[in-house]
T-cell receptor, first 114, second 118 residues
Framework: AQSVTQLGSHVSVSEGALVLLRCNYS??????LFWYVQYPNQGLQLLLK??????LVKGINGFEAEFKKSETSFHLTKPSAHMSDAAEYFC????????????FGTGTKLQVIP | GAVVSQHPSRVICKSGTSVKIECRSL??????MFWYRQFPKKSLMLMAT?????????EQGVEKDKFLINHASLTLSTLTVTSAHPEDSSFYIC????FGEGPNTEAFFGQGTRLTVV
């Protein structure tokens, strides 16, 4: 079984401030982890993913995330928020073997205040 | 990255009618596609897994006779909401998987379809 917990359904930051969106997962096998962004009435766009190798992963639009096995976490960060970052962000986990079903967190809506 | 096209992006239908949503992988072959439903302010709920040339696998609680899935080719899967009711109004998203190991594993999503049943 696998699950994802995103702490905070809404996060507000000032423009230029650090963005930190939290994600914790559980998985019975080594996980693949993803962050997706969704703009209103649109599908999901992949921001970044961790599968194997380096635990600090860099993605598009200046986002990065670090896989911490000991903490079962995969938090998303960006040093300086931009107005265009306002969207909903989903963390997701996929088992590295077998069925490869993707399980999503409940999402975090990021608001950027000018 | 790979492109998944979903059509229509928005549809309004009358209660009791059926609606078909298409999901196409434009530049790759997808033996497996996934259909999700997203409720307002909630996460994506996997409805079913669509396998080319075979029956779809539905998640627990999803009515297979109401949500008909057909995966007739390696690039097309369709979801038909039959006898739609207002409670079926939602945002439906399809996903296609590029299978591989490690870095080659990735899911691509369509743009979503906003269904409103009146």
């Amino acid at each position: 079984a696998q699950s994802v917990t995103q702490l905070g359904s809404h996060v507000s930051v000032s423009e230029g401030a650090l963005v930190l969106l939290r994600c914790n997962y559980s998985s019975s096998v080594p996980p693949y982890l993803f962050w997706y962004v969704q703009y209103p009435n649109q599908g999901l766009q992949l921001l970044l993913k961790y599968t194997t190798g380096a635990t600090l992963v860099k993605g598009i639009n200046g986002f990065e995330a670090e896989f911490k096995k000991s903490e079962t976490s995969f938090h998303l960060t960006k040093p300086s928020a931009h107005m265009s970052d306002a969207a909903e962000y989903f963390c997701a986990v996929m088992n590295s073997g077998g069925y490869q079903k993707v399980t999503f967190g409940t999402g975090t809506k990021l608001q950027v205040i000018p | 990255g790979a492109v998944v096209s979903q059509h229509p992006s928005r549809v309004i239908c009358k209660s009791g009618t059926s609606v078909k949503i298409e999901c196409r992988s434009l530049d790759f072959q997808a033996t497996t596609m996934f259909w999700y439903r997203q409720f307002p302010k909630k996460s994506l709920m996997l409805m079913a897994t669509s396998n080319e040339g075979s029956k779809a696998t539905y998640e627990q609680g999803v009515e297979k006779d109401k949500f008909l899935i057909n995966h007739a080719s390696l690039t097309l899967s369709t979801l038909t909401v039959t006898s739609a009711h207002p409670e079926d109004s939602s945002f439906y998203i399809c996903s296609a998987r590029v299978f591989g190991e490690g870095p080659n594993t990735e899911a691509f999503f369509g743009q979503g379809t906003r269904l409103t049943v009146v």
